[in-house]
């Protein structure tokens, strides 16, 4: 079933597709390929942070459960040399850089849906080359599943240039109804993150996270963490495995995270509040109201040597696969 959410200011309809399986159901709209809302059955509260209308999807929500790309994450002051040639890309963020593939990114485009069943919907998006600076006409598919108790994303891509591709689902998870992470834990299968300067660009290093604030081999508490960096899985997009586990200790749920790719970008909404930032009922959300675990390639990976490609090429084709499994666990 799909329902009109809303208007784009130039007056192009938004949609709202409904997803049911097994435990979940979900809202995805065709804006950003958004999961706008996440339920599991017997759970009185969402398990995203959404809003119930469009306009905050058009200023500080932006991001909040979009398909992020063509390239997710930040490309230090907007450059990058491919195959020989030097492109100037969008510049979205303070500081100068690129941030999820620009202003125009996946984030703010209308997708097209081009199949509906009642358990997963079919977007498609075509970005043209140029579009933001980037080579290539880049054309997407994204399959977004509910199979049982997992919300699934399955992602392929073809170009007819060298070009970035790496997209991430963006989505803020928040597994109990207390408006932050204080009663949330986490485990993340990494024996590597990368350290990153004042504006949250990769300094080059890559560092072991035993003995730092970023070991989360064993599961730590998040009352009183702040984060908004990678995590290295592995060095190239292999088998989907487990990496995350999120706990809410107030509430028994837990959230398992499986993927292909190499990085995980951690990020607890430090930049919350926001005037416009609401969800059901109005209610605000406050500094640390939800986690986003970004599955991708890490950040500013076409300038960093020894950081895994996030090059596409013609006749390759680019496929990522992200899923979150929820269950209740005493």
């Known amino acids: 079933m799909a329902e009109i959410f809303g208007h784009l200011p130039d007056g192009r309809a938004v949609e709202r597709v409904c997803l049911r399986a097994g435990g979940l159901s979900a809202h995805v709209l065709t804006l950003g390929a958004i999961v706008q809302d996440l339920r599991l059955a017997g759970v009185a509260h969402p398990l995203v942070l959404g809003a119930e209308d469009l306009a905050p999807y058009l200023g500080s929500m932006q991001y909040f459960g ?36 620009g202003a125009r ?24 080359d140029g579009e933001m600076g980037f080579p290539g006409t880049l054309t997407l598919r994204l399959r977004i599943a509910l199979q049982d108790t997992a919300l699934a994303f399955d992602i392929h891509a073809t170009t007819d240039k060298p070009t970035l591709c ?5 989505g803020f998870f928040t597994l109990d109804d207390s408006a932050s992470l204080a009663h949330h834990s986490l485990q993340i299968a990494a024996e590597r993150y990368l350290p990153v300067d004042d504006d949250q660009i990769p300094t080059g290093e890559i560092v072991p996270v035993a003995g730092t604030a970023f070991d989360f081999r064993a599961e730590r508490s998040l009352s009183e963490v702040a984060l908004d960096h990678n995590f290295c899985l592995s060095q190239a ?50 500094r640390h109201a939800g986690i986003a675990l ?36 005493g």
């Open 66 to 101: 979009a398909m992020v790309g063509r390239c997710a994450n930040r490309i230090a002051n907007g450059q990058m040399v491919l195959g020989g040639q030097r492109y100037q890309l969008a510049r979205n963020m303070p500081g100068g850089h690129c941030l999820h593939g």
């Open 105 to 128: 990114g996946s984030a703010a485009q209308l997708w097209s849906v081009t199949a509906h069943e009642a358990d997963q919907v079919t977007l498609a998006l075509t970005l043209p």
């Open 166 to 170: 790496n997209f991430s689902h963006h």
């Open 237 to 286: 997009r292999g088998p989907l495995r487990d990496i995350a586990c999120l706990r809410s200790a107030r509430s028994g749920l837990v959230m398992q995270m499986q993927t292909t790719e190499p990085g995980l970008q951690v990020y607890t909404a430090n930049h919350l509040p926001k005037p416009d930032a609401r969800g059901p009922g109005g209610r605000p959300f406050g």
């Open 294 to 329: 970004e599955a991708q390639v890490w950040p500013d990976a076409v300038n960093q040597t020894g950081f895994p490609s996030a090059i596409l090429r013609p006749g390759e084709k680019y496929h990522q696969q992200t899923r979150y499994i929820f269950c209740a666990r």
